[in-house]
């Protein structure tokens, strides 16, 4: 079976630090992998996947994310945070042969200024 | 449309009642999903098709949920006598086919069982 894991319900980064929102997956196959931010009272917005190629994901608003298949991680990462930045983000997987996506229970990211 | 549109954006509904909720996925989108999202949690699976063809209904949580997509395009999900822990958000997704695509997710509609 397919599972994600984000084991921090909360973040607080400095607005202009790097910032780290951490996920790990479990699958048979081999994963595909995304990241997906909510705002408040909206739909989910893709931010990224990783399919297969390099393992640094370059996503939209600056994000990224490295996938790493030793340590079944696919953290998301960015350089330098906004207060927009803050919102919920989840990490999500697709296992090799199905179409459904299985989601974390997904990380508060709180940039303060 | 641009986008995935969700409707109605906020239902109340009394213990027991029917309810029916609309999803208009982007013209041209192959495949579709139903996600429940309970409060602080995240996106729960419902149901999978892929045209008008259900594929995998597997995360429907009772014989009470009900999903069709008799044309390919619009689907309605629909919950029949209505219970407290029904309420959620329902996030309606398409993708344009069944690979690798990031899914394009609507704004979902809220629904609140009193």
């Known amino acids: 079976a397919q599972s994600v894991a984000q084991p921090e319900d909360q973040v607080n980064v400095a607005e202009g630090n790097p910032l780290t929102v951490k996920c790990t997956y479990s699958v048979s196959g081999n994963p595909y992998l995304f990241w997906y931010v909510q705002y408040p009272n909206r739909g989910l917005q893709f931010l990224l996947k990783y399919i297969t190629g390099d393992n640094l994901v370059k996503g939209s608003y600056g994000f990224e994310a490295e996938f790493n298949k030793s340590q079944t991680s696919f953290h998301l990462k960015k350089p330098s945070a906004l207060v927009s930045d803050s919102a919920l983000y989840f990490c999500a997987v697709r296992d090799t042969g199905f179409q459904k996506l299985v989601f974390g229970t997904g990380t508060r990211l709180l940039v303060s200024p | 449309g641009a986008g995935v549109s969700q409707s109605p954006r906020y239902k109340v509904a009394k213990r027991g009642q029917d309810v029916a909720l609309r999803c208009d996925p982007i013209s041209g989108h192959v495949s579709l999903f139903w996600y429940q999202q309970a409060l602080g949690q995240g996106p729960e699976f419902l149901t999978y098709?892929?045209?008008?063809?259900?594929?995998?209904k597997s995360g429907l949580p009772s014989d009470r949920f009900f999903a069709e997509r008799p044309e390919g395009s619009v689907s309605t999900l629909k919950i029949q006598r209505t219970q407290q822990e029904d309420s959620a958000v329902y996030l309606c997704?398409?993708?344009?086919?069944?690979?690798?695509?990031?899914?394009?997710f609507g704004s979902g509609t809220r629904l609140t069982v009193v």
């Open positions: 997704a398409s993708t344009l086919r069944e690979t690798d695509d990031g899914y394009t």
């Open positions: 098709f892929q045209n008008e063809a259900q594929l995998d």
